[in-house]
């Protein structure tokens, strides 16, 4: 017998709406049936489709599902593995009861203890440029991972150099005022685009690093020298505080001074250096107008001058090799 | 043919399924920006680092492009990217990577920076640009009236020549057998064309040439993962960086020393290579590494005429060599238990350098003709940590780090720059002289550096209750420095140690309280501070001076009398035998005993603060606030204090104290507001002794005797002037300090607001500094208006009380705006303006004005002083 047309119609209308749900199903999480609350410490069978449903089935949870973390492929990753409960641990009660936390909070006033949290992340990210995190500076004042970086986002601020320094200045307040001052290094955004040229990951591995201060090399000098290789000699005269230590006489987050000095010379050379004409006195009276230059009046303006150490780059209007001098005549480091 | 309704069914099918989308949430988005901007106004402070230093239109062009196919619903691992920034501008930078996650990644990339240094520097010479400047050929020396040698009228080599007013200006008379001596003079019709003529051939040679560095970069990184337990990973990374910065030489004209300002050309090459074998399991890791840096000038020296001297002679000064660094690393951790884990590194490099010497006719001894310099560091760094029970935890770490100079020492003797050669008489060759005569000004041995740091750390942790923690920690570092083959120590202080306590409180009281308060002491102890290291630059100290009387060298005989370089604690009295050739008229060790053109002899007591005692005070505090849903308070202060408790000279202390408060408010859920403000108070004191040598003249020029009074000099004894000569040493009067303080005031104001499709973003910063210099003490200057007939009553030497140095200020705003209108979800047009300002005062440029200084050729640089609209207009495709 053969079907009536209206209800071919209709069939075909029930298929193509079966299969269009089927389609959309199929790309996002779809609607499951409530699961029943299993017992503690056992994983959802898929947490994509229970977590993210009515409660989290938007933005920022969903952005998880555009970084590297949620790579089914790549069985490193949580995705692979447990999904949403890889990191948030197995969590039945919240399952079935969503007023109940989840076993492992990352965020808000649940949030678990720094050291639950950060255990969950070193379980696949230990090595690397965490190496050195046990008892680093960071772990050590109950910094959690989750505090700098951003796992339910498309892009993590912290991994961006453009926005990277806007993380750690979230804590480190004394170093964001320091990188507007006259002498930086380029880690504020100035750019209309919004870009930074420097990272402080550039010289820091917050992390944790075999280096003092979360350096990443082993000394500061080092480091400095990734970026400043021409400061690395060794010289054939040598500048003791240099070879010592760049942080002697530089500030590298910002100064007053430039080229980012703790203090301006001749005064910051005077610090350590007292021969010859080091020892002189340098102060407004040696500037050109000042007293020196008219010893109260009874001086011709053409007959002295103001002290050369005391005017333009002082010190370094001569004695420019501050870093170290290569050649047989340099121990002034004047040539 | 299929019946209408079952065709429009399939129609129907099919539209249905081509109408449901792919989910957006699982897809990456791409994102592309083009459009126009401009900037108002020239500044190269401006556009520092960001490529905005010139007015006019650019092009803005940015990308974020991502695919891959790799999702959270299959199998696939492909990922790439492409990110394209600034490319309109010399800042641009490109970076790609791809990948199958989980087995390989290469990445590549490309970036440019460019550092503005000042775009008011000028220079008359020919050449900037390369590593040879000459002057023009009509170049006449600059020059100010003034006395010959054969007192006749003459003239004076003076850069403030420049400026006739102060070229033909009377002056005085200053050569001591003149009839004239101490009277101030008019210039002759003669002397006055000579400055104009001078000053119009030399000022129009002036020319501007703005001074900027560019660093571009490339760079490829791979890694591979062979499975879940071994990756290997590397990078190369090539950067050249050419340009020019200011830089200040020397050179030597008749009376003196000068300064030349140049732009040295910049020409360099570094390359970085890296590469890392790792593995890791469940309990353990392991990484061997090494790392390489090459570096490569390609300027080896930079050559100048000297503006000062009749032929314009030329100066060559060497550029900074080229050099090595080859580092292996080998680190492993593990987890010794479940609470317990220890890691250890170590590593181990060698730095190299051999590039050629330059040598001319002032370096008539030069031992070898390379440094074959070599430094080896070695590293070794472990840390154990363990958290025995739920309330504490534990740690402890050793670190040693060793930069070991062995670079060979040797002995060099030079004139300094534009002298010819003269024998120093007191060393001649000779048995008792093992190394050979001294046939120039300076003998001088190098100084091969060495560092090593032994450290161990402890630290305890314990919750002393919910949501508290009690933290102590403690930390000693031993330091020893010296240097291999030098004839005695050259490390100023050969041990420094050093002990840190901590203390730290923290809470989370609740989850929306959090404080933390930290202090810290640590005392630094150099036991052995030498105050004659200085000597391992002049071995000569350790030669009998032909003169000489019972083997004694300078350096006996100042042990042998207890003294440092600066000798007895003594004024004036004729001396005799060996302590008047080491120190005549109980004055400091007079150099040329020890072989050099200058005294570098420090004060008793001066000690340099790196290696100083040093007491340190260090309060760290912040306490942060979540108020309520909307608003989020942060407040901290910290403090530090530096003491230099036995430098008598030098650093005496430093002390720095900032606050920062931040508050957070969201005024809407699409309307956010941030304040901050901070203050930073950073000071610190300098001490030292303008002394100078004892003599016993009483009278400023030996003929003229009438005048011996002084003036001014409230804070000695001292009447005439040969009191005062006779004590240059002890002058009271001579100590001075520098009182530093650097003041900053930053806030800030940035606010996000969404109006529907509208996104906007703005934020103010302003920054005030202030950077004073209280000098105490003062200086003498003798009256040079002292000539025959002056009354016995004219004033000899007037003390010049010290001033304050001008107040350095800098104020900096910055106003940025940025809206995003979303035409449609995946189209918008963005506007951005900034604008920004800068106004500074700063006394080094005075300096650098024509007419400021004698011995130094201007440049006329100006302090960093802008205003400048930027705007941008773009469209933004999201795909």
């Known amino acids: 017998m053969a079907m009536k047309p209206r209800f071919v119609a209709a069939l075909a209308v029930a298929a193509a709406v079966v299969l269009a749900a089927a389609i959309v199903r199929a790309q996002t999480p779809g609607q499951e049936p409530e699961p029943k609350a299993a017992p503690p410490g056992t994983y959802a069978q898929n947490a994509v489709q229970t977590c993210l449903r009515e409660c989290h089935n938007k933005e920022p949870f969903t952005l998880v599902l555009q970084t590297p973390h949620a790579v089914k492929g790549d069985e490193r990753t949580p995705f692979a593995q447990h999904q949403c409960e890889t990191c948030h641990g197995p969590s039945p009660e919240h399952i079935a009861q969503t007023d109940k936390p989840v076993t492992i909070v990352f965020k808000g006033k649940h949030a678990s203890p720094a050291a639950d949290r950060n255990a969950k992340c070193l379980s696949c990210h230990q090595s690397g440029l965490r190496q050195h995190w046990s008892g680093s500076q960071h772990e050590s004042r109950g910094v959690a991972c989750n505090d700098c970086h951003q796992i339910h986002a498309a892009d993590q601020k912290v991994l961006r150099k453009a926005t990277q320094a806007e993380v750690c200045f979230a804590c480190h307040k004394e170093q964001r005022a320091q990188t507007r001052r006259i002498s930086t290094h380029p880690l504020a955004i100035t750019s209309l685009a919004n870009t930074a040229k420097m990272a402080c990951s550039d010289c820091h591995n917050p992390h944790g690093s075999t280096g003092p201060r979360l350096l990443v090399k082993n000394s500061v000098n080092e480091t400095c020298f990734t970026c400043h290789a021409e400061k690395r000699g060794p010289f054939l005269w040598e500048h003791a505080p240099v070879s010592d230590d760049c942080t002697s006489c530089h500030t590298p987050h910002g100064s007053s001074n430039a080229p980012l000095l703790k203090a301006r010379p001749p005064w910051l050379c005077q610090e350590c250096h007292s021969g010859d004409h080091g020892a002189q006195i340098n102060s407004g009276a040696n500037l050109a107008g000042g007293n020196v230059t008219t010893v109260n009046g009874q001086q011709a303006p053409g007959a002295a001058t103001p002290r050369v150490q005391t005017s333009a780059r002082a010190c370094l209007n001569c004695h420019v090799l501050v870093h170290g001098s290569n050649h047989p005549a340099g121990a002034k480091f004047q040539r | ?879």
């Not at chain 2, 126009?36 to 006019?56: F, M, R, T, W």
């Not at chain 2, 000597?535 to 060298?553: E, F």
Request: hydrophobic share 40%.
């Open chain 2, 1 to 879: 043919m299929k019946p209408p309704i079952a065709r429009s069914a399939l129609a129907v099918v099919i539209v249905a399924a081509m109408a449901v989308p792919a989910h957006a949430q699982t897809r990456q988005a791409s994102t592309a920006e083009v459009g126009p901007g401009g900037v108002s106004d020239d500044s190269y402070k401006a556009g520092e680092y960001n490529g905005l230093q010139n007015s006019g239109a650019y092009g803005i062009g940015n990308v974020d492009l991502r695919g891959g196919d790799a999702a959270y619903n299959n199998e696939a691992t492909r990922r790439w990217r492409v990110i394209g920034n600034d490319l309109g501008l010399d800042t641009r930078s490109v970076f790609a990577e791809v990948g199958n996650q989980g087995k390989f990644r290469l990445s590549g990339g490309y970036d440019e920076l460019r550092r503005n240094r000042s775009d008011t520097f000028q220079t008359p010479y020919v050449g900037a640009g390369t590593n040879m400047l000459t002057l023009p050929g009509s170049w006449i020396n600059p020059l100010v009236a003034g006395v010959s040698g054969t007192n006749t009228a003459g003239m004076v080599v003076s850069a403030r020549g420049l400026v006739p007013s102060i070229g033909a200006a009377p002056y005085i008379n200053s050569v001591a057998t003149s009839p004239t001596f101490g009277a101030m003079l008019t210039p002759t019709t003669a002397q006055i064309a000579l400055v104009n003529g001078a000053a119009a051939a030399d000022n129009p040679l002036f020319h501007p040439y703005d001074l900027y560095t560019r660093r571009q970069t490339v760079s490829a990184a791979f890694t591979y993962n062979f499975d879940q337990q071994w990756a290997l990973d590397g990078s190369f990374r090539p950067q050249h960086k050419d340009g020019a910065k200011p830089m200040g030489t020397v050179s030597r004209n008749t009376g003196g020393d000068i300064s030349t300002p140049i732009p040295d050309l910049i020409d360099q090459n570094h390359t970085q290579t890296n590469v890392n074998l790792n593995f890791k399991n469940d309990r353990a890791f392991a990484q061997a590494s090494y790392y390489g840096s090459y570096f490569r000038n390609n300027v080896p020296s930079m050559s100048w005429q000297n503006w000062a001297s009749p032929a314009g002679t030329l100066n060559t000064m060497s550029s900074v060599p080229g050099n090595d660094f080859s580092q292996i690393n080998a680190t492993a951790g593990m987890s010794v238990s479940a609470a317990t884990k220890l890691v250890a590194n170590g590593s181990y490099g060698r730095a190299t350098q051999n590039d050629a010497f330059l040598t001319d006719p002032t370096t008539p001894v030069v031992p070898v003709n390379s440094l074959n310099g070599l430094v080896v560091t070695t590293a070794f760094n472990t840390k154990l940590t363990s958290k025995p029970t739920k309330k504490v935890s534990l740690s402890a770490g050793y670190r040693f780090d060793d930069r070991n100079n062995q670079t060979a020492v040797h002995v060099f003797q030079y004139a300094d720059a534009g002298e010819a050669p003269v024998a120093n008489v007191n060393f001649p060759a000779g048995p008792a002289n093992p190394f050979g005569p001294v046939v120039a000004q300076n003998a001088n041995a190098n100084r091969p550096y060495s560092r090593k740091l032994n450290q161990v750390t402890a630290e305890a942790d314990y919750a002393a209750a919910p949501h508290q923690w009690l933290k102590a920690a403690y930390a000693f570092d031993r330091i020893d420095r010296w240097c291999n083959g030098s004839w005695i120590d050259c490390a100023d202080a050969s041990v420094t140690n050093e002990s840190t306590l901590r203390g730290e409180w923290r809470t989370a009281v609740a989850a929306s309280v959090t404080a933390r308060v930290d202090y810290a002491y640590a005392a630094r102890r150099a036991p052995d501070y030498n105050e004659n290291a200085f000597l391992a630059l002049v071995p000569y100290a350790n030669v009998v001076p032909a003169t000489a009387t019972g083997g004694m060298t300078a350096y006996s005989f100042m042990i042998a009398n207890g003294w440092n370089g600066w000798g007895p604690a003594a004024g004036y009295s004729a001396t005799t035998g060996n302590l008047n050739l080491f120190f005549p008229s109980n004055n400091a060790l007079a150099n040329t005993l020890y072989a050099n053109n200058n005294r570098i002899s420090e004060l008793p007591g001066m000690r340099r603060y790196y290696v100083a005692d040093r007491n340190r005070n260090t309060l760290r505090s912040l306490l942060t606030w979540q108020a309520g849903e909307a608003l989020s308070l942060q407040g901290g202060l910290d403090v530090d204090h530096d003491d230099y408790p036995t430098s008598v000279y030098g650093l005496q202390h430093a002390r720095t104290w900032a606050l920062n408060l931040d508050a957070g408010y969201a005024i809407a859920e699409d309307f956010t507001a941030d304040v901050f403000y901070n203050f930073e108070d950073g000071r610190s004191n300098t001490a030292s002794n303008s002394y100078t040598a004892n003599s016993n003249a009483a009278a400023i020029a030996g003929a003229q005797a009438a005048a011996i009074g002084l003036s001014g000099n409230s804070c000695d004894t001292y009447t005439t002037l040969q009191q005062r000569n006779n004590n240059n040493k002890l002058d009271p009067c001579l100590p001075w300090s520098a009182n530093m303080t650097d003041v900053v005031n930053t806030v800030g104001v940035a606010l996000r607001r969404k109006i529907d499709r509208l996104d906007l973003n703005g934020h103010l910063i302003y920054s005030h500094s202030r950077w004073d210099n209280a000098v105490a003490g003062g200086n003498w200057q003798n009256n040079l208006l002292v000539g025959p007939g002056a009354a016995p009553t004219t004033t000899a030497a007037f003390f010049i009380a010290a001033e304050p140095v001008p107040t350095v200020w800098t104020d900096t705003g910055e106003v940025r705006v940025t809206g995003t209108y979303a035409l449609t979800p995946a189209q918008g047009l963005r506007v951005s303006y900034a604008y920004t300002r800068m106004r500074s005062n700063d006394l080094v440029y005075e300096g650098m004005q024509t007419g400021s200084l004698s011995a130094a050729a201007p440049t006329s640089e100006q302090p960093f002083n802008y205003s400048v609209n930027a705007f941008g207009f773009s469209y933004v495709l999201t795909f």
